[in-house]
């Protein structure tokens, strides 16, 4: 069985994003899929409550986002049946079917890497442990592929959530070789695929903020302006 | 040397502003004034305690000219680990003047091992960091150390209270407190200097 998953934590995003997030993949996916959110308020039946055992090593402004670690290990959530399993943060828009994600050949988990930045601006910031190239936004891996990754953390979990900003960082710095993109851990969405709402497409071709890609599978809403809250809003009114 | 060493650094930044033209004024600030200072200020202390090594552990070094200098006449041998990947290409260019001492790997010893080749180097007698700023307290990373060689080598580290900076992650408000987050018990130097730029920089030397 396939399974769709999202995670939500704190108040940032409301249980709406939750509701249109599954409404869009029972639009957009053909094949049989259980939906979760991994969540630390579970209501609804397709919730599963999230760990807490990281929640002592957090800091503020520091490792954004680890409480999307806890699914790599599928065994902590002992309802979610099956090898197949794709990740999509809650503020994505979905313009096409994401059937491709459950099509890739899978002799390494998929991840992000953000076209849309350019290379160079991220080099000079690479010691700073900013402007990563890997974004987390959308994840697809079979049951243990990305198992390591959560007892790295889990063994460092200390000096992780002491060194790294956000997740996308620990991502681009631990698991990902910013000097080959076909090394390490992960395979790398191909271009026009998956684009960013608030950054563009691909570096420096087509870098228009703030346009729908219509052709492009996946919209990345990763960034948390009014406007961007009241765009994606727009796009549901349309698509679901 | 002095004549061999120059040559190399003259020609290594104009090599290296011609590879990596985004960095290059990254390159210039790691030759300013306040660069030289802080790391001929270990030269300075390293020659008053009057100790040599066989094999040195420099983290976080970035392009490494003055540091690897500096250490140069007190340690047979020396790696720099780093993160970054640019920053390991550029710091063997600089030290090409003296590449039979001097290597760098990209890898964080917080999370990762030592280097198999840099112990077959020598016994590790000798760790510096002069960046603790930008990292997790070294306590951690001298334990892991001493994990793999089961011996505590002599620390020289670094940090500043300067914390205006976004990567400045760790600052400390005196050496004191450097030598207390890395667990220095025996400290044979603690200081403060004050930079051509204002900055404050707090060393300690100690096990």
């Keep these: 069985m396939k399974n769709i998953l999202c995670v939500k934590w704190g108040d940032k995003y409301s249980t709406e994003y939750v509701e249109k997030l599954k409404q869009q993949i029972e639009k957009h996916c053909s094949y049989d899929f259980n939906f979760y959110c991994l969540t630390d308020k579970p209501e609804k039946e397709y919730d599963l409550r999230l760990p807490q055992s990281w929640d002592k090593y957090f800091i503020p402004n520091r490792f954004w986002a680890y409480r999307k670690l806890y ?57 700073k442990g900013i402007s990563p190239l890997i974004n987390s936004s959308v994840i697809r891996w079979n049951k243990g592929q990305l198992k390591n990754i959560y007892h790295h953390v889990n063994d460092n979990a200390e000096y992780i959530f002491f060194t790294y900003k956000t997740i996308d960082n620990y991502f681009n710095r631990v698991w990902y070789d910013i000097e080959n993109d076909e090394s390490k851990k992960f395979n790398l969405f191909e271009k026009n695929k998956i684009y960013s709402w608030y950054k563009g497409n691909i570096f420096p071709e087509d870098m228009e903020k703030r346009v729908l890609r219509k052709d492009h599978i996946v919209c990345l809403f990763n960034n948390n302006t009014i406007e961007d809250d009241k765009a994606i809003e727009e796009v549901w009114k349309q698509n679901v | 040397m002095e004549a061999e060493r120059l040559a190399c650094w003259f020609n290594s930044l104009a090599l290296c502003k011609e590879r990596y033209p985004f960095l290059a004024d990254r390159l210039d600030v790691s030759l300013t004034l306040q660069h030289a200072e802080g790391k001929l200020w270990i030269k300075e202390k390293l020659y008053d305690l009057g100790m040599h090594f066989d094999n040195t552990i420099i983290i976080g070094g970035w392009y490494c000219q003055y540091l690897a200098y500096a250490l140069s006449d007190y340690t047979d041998y020396m790696c720099n ?11 063997k260019t600089f030290n090409r003047y003296q590449k039979e001492k001097f290597t760098s790997l990209q890898k964080d010893l917080g999370i990762q091992d030592l280097d198999g080749n ?22 951690h990373m001298r334990r892991k150390i001493f994990e793999q060689i089961m011996d505590t080598p002599l620390c020289v580290l670094q940090s500043t209270d300067e914390d205006k900076y976004e990567d400045h992650i760790n600052c400390v408000q005196s050496p004191e407190e450097l030598a207390e987050q890395a667990g220095i018990n025996n400290a044979y130097y603690m200081g403060t200097k004050v930079l051509n730029n204002g900055m404050k920089r707090f060393m300690v030397i100690g096990r």
């Design chain 1, 71 to 127: 699914m790599f290990n599928e065994t902590l959530f002992s309802n979610m049946q099956g090898e197949e399993f794709l990740f999509f943060d809650l503020d994505v828009v979905f313009h096409n079917s994401i059937d491709y994600f459950f099509e890739l050949e899978m002799n390494k988990p998929w991840i992000v890497r953000g076209w849309w930045n350019d290379l160079e601006h991220c080099k000079r910031n690479y010691n």
């Design chain 2, 81 to 91: 680990y780093e993160i970054d990947p640019d920053a390991v290409k550029i710091s």
């Design chain 2, 118 to 139: 840099h112990l077959k180097q020598g016994d590790i007698e000798l760790i510096v960091n002069t960046s603790c700023e930008h990292m997790y307290p070294m306590k």
